[in-house]
């Protein structure tokens, strides 16, 4: 079962520029080049088990209410800053678009379980010859 790509509305998103910590001179502190990105998790349009396992994921971008927030300052400008932003967004969905791979227990085969036994009694002879010395 192959979907397609999940597109992120963004009406949904919450972008708000906030000032970017760290060095820069002048320029950081009286331009708002950071970008505050606030997704909420249970009120998007997304399919109900992607945000089950979006809301599973132990991350701690993610609040208690289920609301995703990253916060990007790698660029000078607000636009480069609000479209990595966004790209984040759409990497850590895509992270969970698709469902894990169920896992089927198998048995092991015959020449494993041969091989296994045949270790045990290679090792229970080693050990074995370590006692005492018999008169």
Same mark, same amino acid.
């Given at each position: 079962m192959l979907r397609p790509p999940l597109l992120i509305d963004p009406d949904e998103v919450e972008i708000s520029a906030i000032r970017a /910590? !760290?060095?820069g001179g002048q320029n950081v502190n009286k331009v708002s080049s950071a970008v505050h990105l606030r997704y909420d998790i249970p009120a998007s349009s997304l399919p109900a088990d992607v945000k089950e396992r979006l809301l599973a994921l132990?991350? *701690?971008r993610i609040t208690q209410e289920g609301? @995703?927030? @990253?916060?990007?300052?790698?660029?000078?400008?607000?636009?480069m800053n609000r479209a990595n932003a966004l790209a984040r967004l759409q990497a850590v969905v895509d992270s969970v678009a698709t469902p894990p791979r169920v896992r089927r227990a198998t048995k092991p085969t015959y020449g494993s379980k /041969? +091989?296994? @036994?045949? !270790?045990?009694s290679? +090792? *229970?002879?080693?050990? *074995?010859?370590?006692?005492?010395? /018999?008169?």
């Open positions: /910590q !760290g060095a132990r991350d *701690s609301v @995703l927030v @990253l916060k990007a300052q790698q660029h000078r400008t607000q636009e /041969q +091989r296994r @036994l045949e !270790g045990k290679q +090792r *229970s002879q080693t050990k *074995s010859l370590r006692g005492r010395v /018999q008169d």
